[in-house]
């Protein structure tokens, strides 16, 4: 899954201009206890994420799916090409919409106002997908979640931010417990929401050779779980904010008009060293740029391809394609604390911030080129409509896509926003985040315009050229890395 979620803290900017009561707001607020060294309140907001991140990863498990399956199977008989690129668009203009909810709350609503606005417009949201299964309820639907999640999800994390003094050692922790919470829900949200649309509430028969088939899917039961789970969230949050947050996020950010702002005096190398790191900060998000394109394939024509082509059969039972959405967050749970390790580590040290992120573009080409040996394994009688699956993939090659693809992220996307805390001057930190941001919704439509060449050029073909371009783009990096690092000027 893509880190970028729920992480970004602009409250060192926030902070920087202190109130009088804002140190006593924190001794009142870890007054009321303490869960591992942390204040109960960063454990509020751990539930808060966890549920609304179930709601949209179950949402967006079966979001494909439930495009392009036949108006019989309960789903809405959208072209593939057409549906990949919707599900592009949709997931790109999730990572652009936190640019207008984080302003409109630090200037005039809070976040705490923003983060129930959010998780009410999507609760309604996947409400409307539950009782709505027309193209019309699609983009209703989804128009709200795009809204709600602006609202939502850059205003959670800045309150995690305030929660403690901006020097406290525990913030670097207190990150990485908010994100293993967006991990969580992430995992489980696949798994609960495929067995109702694949298990549960389908309708199932057999074929002419008695094979047991999905005449129709519970997709709709399947948005309603997503609904339980943003308005669980919810209700948990508004009743326990008050008391385990007090004051945080209740009110939009107000500057002291008598507060005294220095001017520093910046020399010309200065200046030189500052927009060359800014440079690398331009330069590093461009690559980013096509590592996810890449990446978000897991949910387009990945899934696709998984439902159709892969062997899905273990000791007799058949895996529901959803569940396939929860193997990358259950990898990073796995796998995160070995990485947090290494990077400390004296090897892990030695390695530059470009040379980490050239590594996980590598290994996501690797990934592919795993999806590209499916596809020589699989035969296929006629097209189109009349095409029939004689022989299917080993569930192997898909396992090992996803295993290549969650190392690659873990050596990209944490770095790549621990890079911009580091390069980033402090008056254009929150700015630069946000160019960071919107490389993913920059990616996720290309993403979306790759999958909708799916079918017409053929998943092998796809599949090779993103692991030839990515493996090339790693290569590359290494090349510039030595240029870069000179270029960061003694951050590595």
Not at 1 to 18: A, P, R, W
Not at 74 to 99: H, Q
Not at 298 to 317: C, E, P, Q
């Amino acid at each position: 899954m893509d880190n970028t979620e729920g992480l970004i803290d602009n409250s060192e900017q926030k902070n920087s201009i202190m109130t009088p009561t804002k140190d006593n707001l924190i001794e009142r607020i870890e007054a009321k206890g303490t869960i591992l060294g942390h204040p109960k309140g960063l454990f509020l907001l751990f539930f808060t994420e966890m549920w609304e991140r179930f709601s949209y990863y179950g949402m967006r498990g079966v979001l494909i799916l439930y495009m392009t399956k036949m108006w019989a199977e309960n789903g809405l008989n959208i072209p593939e090409d057409k549906a990949t690129l919707y599900y592009g668009f949709f997931t790109g203009f999730v990572y652009f919409t936190p640019l207008l909810g984080g302003l409109i709350a630090d200037r005039f609503i809070g976040q705490r106002r923003a983060i129930t606005i959010g998780g009410i417009t999507m609760f309604i949201a996947q409400l409307v997908l539950f009782s709505m299964n027309t193209h019309i309820g699609l983009a209703i639907g989804l128009v709200l979640l795009i809204i709600g999640n602006g609202f939502f999800k850059p205003n959670i994390s800045t309150m995690v931010g305030q929660l403690y003094r901006p020097n406290d050692a525990r913030r670097d922790s207190a990150f990485s417990i908010f994100y293993m919470g967006i991990n969580l829900g992430a995992l489980i949200a696949p798994l609960i929401i495929g067995l109702l649309a694949e298990n549960w509430f389908a309708v199932k028969g057999v074929d002419a050779d008695g094979k047991q088939i999905i005449l129709s899917y519970g997709f709709k039961y399947a948005f309603l779980a997503a609904a339980i789970g943003m308005a669980l969230g919810q209700v948990i949050f508004n009743l326990l904010a008050k008391k385990y947050l007090l004051e945080i996020g209740d009110a939009p950010i107000k500057v002291d008009k008598n507060t005294v702002v220095e001017e520093v005096i910046v020399s010309t190398e200065d200046k030189k060293i500052e927009r060359q790191r800014i440079t690398v900060i331009f330069i590093l998000t461009f690559f980013v740029i096509f590592f996810w394109a890449g990446f978000e394939q897991a949910g387009s024509s990945m899934t696709l391809y998984t439902d159709k082509y892969i062997n899905r059969f273990v000791f007799g039972w058949e895996i529901p394609t959803t569940f396939f959405q929860a193997f990358n967050p259950l990898l990073i749970v796995l796998l995160a604390p070995i990485f947090g390790w290494f990077w400390s580590s004296k090897y892990g040290r030695q390695l530059s911030t470009p040379i980490k992120m050239s590594l996980g573009m590598i290994l996501l080409g690797i990934g592919f080129l795993f999806m590209l040996m499916a596809t020589y394994g699989v035969q296929v009688n006629g097209t189109g409509d009349k095409e029939e699956v004689v022989k299917k993939a080993a569930l192997i090659w898909l396992i090992m896509t996803y295993f290549f693809h969650t190392i690659g992220e873990l050596c990209l996307s944490p770095v790549g926003l621990s890079m911009i805390t580091k390069l980033a001057p402090v008056k254009l930190a929150s700015l630069l985040m946000g160019v960071w941001m919107l490389s993913t919704f920059v990616a996720n439509i290309i993403g979306g315009f790759i999958a909708s060449y799916v079918e017409k050029l053929g998943a092998g073909t796809v599949f090779g050229s993103i692991a030839l371009f990515v493996i090339i783009l790693g290569v590359l990096m290494i090349l510039v890395s030595k240029r870069l690092s000179k270029m960061m000027h003694g951050i590595n």
